[in-house]
C-alpha cells in the first residue's frame, strides 16, 4: 500500500534478488540518507548560509555555489561508508577510485538546478549506479544501458526520491514526522502524447532547423500538425522538468546550438542524461539525442555534454524524424509545415 512502505523495506526486498543487488540497495539508502540531511539544509536557507552565493567554477567551467559543494560534501560523506568501487560527481575533476573489491560504481550531480536556490525553486540530487568493470578506468565510459538503478531527489514543496531498480519506476516521498521515504507513487507511467512542451525559447535562434520546426509545430497548435494545442513551460531545473513529466506527461528538450561550448548540449550524458533516461524510459516514456537513443551511448570522459530530449515517447519521435529529414537538415532556416518558419528570423 502507497503511503505504508518505507523505502528501506522496499530496499531491503530488492536486496535478495541478485548479486549486486545489496551493495545497490545500499548505496541508495545512504543517498536517501544524505539527501534527508540537503533537504533540512535547503528548508533553513540563509539561516545556515545555504545560499546560492557562488565559490567560482567546478571543474567543469560551472558556476559553483556554495550549496553545491556543501551538498556534494555530505554525498560523499555518506557514501564513503559503503564498498564502492569508484566515485563520481560533477563537482569532481576526474573519478575517484574507492575500493577496487567493490562491485559497483555511483556518479552523482550533487546538487542539479542549483541557479534556482536564491529564488527558492525547486532543486535535486541526480545518482547513477553502474556495475564496476574489470578496468576500473572504464567505470563511467560504459553505456547507459548498463545502469544497475537510476534516481533523482527533488527539494521542494515535497521532498521527493523518483526510483528505478530497473523494473518500473516508483515515487517515495519523505515523511519528516517520521524521517523516512514512504512510498506514495508506484509503477509511474508517461502518457504516450503530451500537451506540454519545457524549452528555452529565448535561445531559438540559435538552434537547428529541426529543432526550430518541432517547437514551431507546437507553437502552432491546433492549426498545425500535431492537431492540438501545447502549454509550455521552463524552470530551468532539470529534476523538476523530469518530475513534472513523470506525473503528468511532456517533453523537455534541451538541445545542442551556435553559441559558444553548447556545440554538443549542455547536459552531462553519465550522472544526469544516463540516469534520467534510465528513469525515463523505465516509465514508459522515451530519450534521445534527437538523432541518437541516450542510453545507448557512452562517455569519453566524466564530463561530457550531450542534447537531451525526454519525455513522452510520440514526441520524442516527431524529435527524432525532424532530425531525420534530409531538406530540413540541409535548409538554412526551420520552414513549419515544409513550408515556411512561423517566426520571422
Known amino acids: 500500500m502507497t503511503g505504508q512502505l518505507r523505502l528501506d523495506d522496499h530496499l531491503r526486498r530488492f536486496s535478495e534478488t541478485a548479486p549486486h543487488a545489496l551493495a545497490v540497495a545500499d548505496a541508495i539508502d545512504a543517498i536517501a540518507a544524505a539527501a534527508i540531511e540537503i533537504a533540512d539544509l535547503i528548508a533553513t536557507g540563509d539561516l545556515a548560509d545555504a545560499s546560492g552565493l557562488t565559490t567560482g567554477c567546478n571543474s567543469d567551467g560551472d558556476i559553483q555555489r556554495h550549496l553545491d559543494v556543501q551538498a556534494d560534501a555530505i554525498l560523499r560523506r555518506c557514501l564513503g561508508k559503503l564498498p564502492i568501487a569508484a566515485l563520481a560527481s560533477e563537482e569532481m575533476r576526474e573519478p575517484q577510485i574507492v575500493d577496487r573489491t567493490a562491485n559497483i560504481c555511483v556518479a552523482i550531480d550533487p546538487l542539479d538546478g542549483s541557479s534556482n536556490i536564491d529564488v527558492n525553486m525547486t532543486v535535486g540530487t541526480i545518482f547513477s549506479i553502474l556495475p564496476a568493470p574489470d578496468d576500473l578506468a572504464l567505470a563511467f565510459h560504459q553505456c547507459g544501458s548498463a545502469q544497475l538503478a537510476a534516481g533523482f531527489v527533488t527539494y521542494g514543496p515535497q521532498t521527493s526520491l523518483v526510483l528505478t531498480l530497473g523494473d518500473g519506476v516508483d515515487i517515495f516521498t519523505l515523511d ?3 524521517g523516512c521515504f514512504r512510498l506514495s507513487r508506484r509503477g509511474v507511467q508517461i502518457p504516450e502524447t503530451a500537451d506540454e512542451f519545457a524549452i528555452n525559447v529565448s535561445n531559438r535562434r540559435h538552434w537547428d532547423p529541426p529543432m526550430r520546426a518541432f517547437v514551431d509545430e507546437c507553437l502552432a497548435g491546433i492549426d498545425g500538425p500535431a492537431n492540438r494545442n501545447f502549454n509550455m513551460r521552463w524552470i530551468a531545473s532539470l529534476v523538476a522538468e523530469a ?3 513523470l506525473t503528468r506527461g511532456g517533453v523537455f528538450l534541451y538541445p545542442s546550438d551556435a553559441r ?9 550524458l553519465t550522472y544526469e542524461a544516463h540516469p534520467m533516461a534510465m528513469i525515463i524510459e523505465q516509465a514508459g516514456g522515451s ?3 534527437g538523432r541518437e537513443r541516450i542510453l545507448e551511448l557512452s562517455a569519453q570522459n ?3 555534454r550531450v542534447p537531451l530530449v525526454m519525455g513522452s515517447s510520440n514526441e520524442v519521435r516527431r524529435v527524432d524524424e525532424l532530425h531525420c529529414d534530409p531538406l530540413l ?3 538554412g532556416s526551420a520552414p513549419l509545415f515544409a513550408r515556411r518558419g512561423f517566426f520571422r528570423v
Open 329 to 331: 537538415v540541409a535548409s
Open 176 to 178: 519528516r514526522k517520521s
Open 260 to 268: 559558444p561550448g553548447y556545440g554538443d548540449g549542455r547536459l552531462r
Open 243 to 245: 518530475y513534472r513529466i
Open 302 to 304: 566524466l564530463h561530457q
Open 287 to 289: 530519450a534521445s539525442t
